[in-house]
């Protein structure tokens, strides 16, 4: 099992442009959850899903989007890139109680 | 409203030694669940230990425990023995909602030292 996987790994962006981050979990698990860690702070919620079809707003939603069009893929898309959306993005998916993390996007918008 | 709240920002402590860090949480749900989390500095997010608020029994997993103290509504980990790997940011979090998302605190940095 390759677990949770996001691409790419780094990317900058300019002001302004669009990207879709990607991940893909292999667990078959229903939940997904799309988090961003600022500099010296804990993970903050942008965006979840329990199953295909079904997404909802976390904390931080505002810039973001996302869809699930099946269970193994749950890309975050972010329009017009702003400086404060410099980040790094983790996505993970849960079964029960434990949670599995990808390994991080680390994005800055200059 | 969720909250945690990690005071700690900063630990230090020798190697071989225990290190207790800590977690205070709020909530008004009967039904929540609380973990840590290691971040080292590579970035990845590591989980280290699980508690149910239903859980009798402190949770422990090989060199952790938690210490849960629901009434004061803390989740302190506690490392035994500690190594030079253990160097790392630890997050507590809490599960919330019905999509078992996490509300995490802001962590606390651990440096082992020989």
């Known amino acids: 099992n390759a677990g949770v996987t996001q691409t790419p790994k780094f990317r900058i962006l300019k002001i302004g442009q669009s990207m879709t981050l990607q991940c893909t979990q292999d667990?078959?698990?229903?939940?997904m959850y799309w988090y961003r860690q600022d500099p010296g702070m804990g993970l903050k919620l942008i965006y979840y899903?329990?199953?295909?079809?079904?997404?909802d707003k976390g904390e931080v939603p505002n810039g973001y989007n996302v869809s699930r069009s099946t269970t193994e893929d749950f890309p975050l898309r972010l329009e017009l890139a702003a400086p404060s959306q410099t980040s790094v993005y983790f996505c993970?998916?849960?079964?029960?109680?434990?949670?599995?993390f990808g390994p991080g996007t680390r994005l800055t918008v200059l | 409203a969720q909250k945690i709240t990690q005071t700690q920002p900063g630990m230090f402590v020798q190697e071989k030694e225990a290190v207790t860090l800590d977690c205070t949480y709020d909530?008004?749900?009967?039904?929540?669940?609380l973990f840590w989390y290691k971040q080292p500095s590579s970035g990845e997010m590591i989980f280290l230990i699980y508690?149910?608020?239903?859980?009798?029994q402190n949770a422990t997993e090989g060199r952790y425990s938690l210490n849960f103290q629901k009434a004061r509504k803390s989740a302190n980990l506690v490392i035994s023995a500690s190594q030079l790997g253990d160097s790392a940011m630890y997050f507590c979090?809490?599960?919330?909602?019905?999509?078992?998302?996490?509300?995490f605190g802001k962590g606390t940095s651990l440096l082992v030292t020989p």
């Open positions: 667990m078959n698990h229903n939940y």
């Open positions: 993970a998916s849960s079964y029960l109680n434990e949670q599995f």
């Open positions: 909530t008004s749900d009967q039904s929540y669940g």
């Open positions: 899903s329990v199953g295909a079809g079904i997404t």
């Open positions: 979090a809490m599960r919330v909602g019905s999509g078992y998302a996490l509300n």
């Open positions: 508690q149910g608020s239903y859980d009798e």
